[in-house]
């Protein structure tokens, strides 16, 4: 029997990128490819516990809101979708623009919240679960450094991913059109005051920054890529 033809595929070519575009070992990233649908398996089974995690959410707001409710478990769903179609010989731009987006933003929100509200949410959540959800975060933005390898993040796809993220942020914190603000319940109310801001104040900063820093990655990757290939076509 095919291993890698039952769990994935052979790696694709990899570009000559900076380290900091491309952090990951190569030998790390070639198992991730070959071992495609554990990984697609995973992200799904982490998105099923996420929609279980977030399921007081779905119960408090409208239907029409519930879009924007699962971030976590929405960027893992990406990532899977992402992988299984390449997997599959179908790679979309659009999917990989969307899951690296997701995967880096809420891959670091939540350790980013989790750290700076620390007491409560692990009063909360209790130790297992609090470093379940630590790690596993971190993790999404690990496996996001693979998806270099399966697109150059062209800009169509980099803006509807920016489009998208955009959206979901404002619907978080700002704007919501329908009932109340969708971000990820916090272990104080809202409006309670942290320092010289509030709660919610201190949330919606770190999901500003966290919706610039992969829109600078992904340009930055395809900076990389487009210089690469110049390269060896003058060579």
Known sequence: M????????????RESLPRWVAPLPKRLEDVAFRFAWVIVAINLVGT????WYYRFQFQELPTEMWIFIPDSPG????????LGAWALGRSSDTLAALAFFGNIKLGLWTPYVLVVFFPEFLALNGPALYAFLLFSHLAMVVQAFVLHRITDFPLRAVAIATAWYTVDLLMDYFVPVIGDVTHTSLPYADGAPWFTTTVLQVAAAGAVALTVV?????LG????????????AGA
């Open 2 to 13: 095919d291993i890698v033809g039952a769990l994935g595929r052979d790696p694709p070519d």
């Open 48 to 51: 099923a516990f996420g929609f």
């Open 75 to 82: 960027a893992t769903l990406l990532i899977a979708l992402a």
């Open 214 to 218: 992969p829109l600078f990655w992904a």
């Open 221 to 232: 990757t395809r900076i990389a890529t487009l210089r690469d290939r110049a390269s060896d």
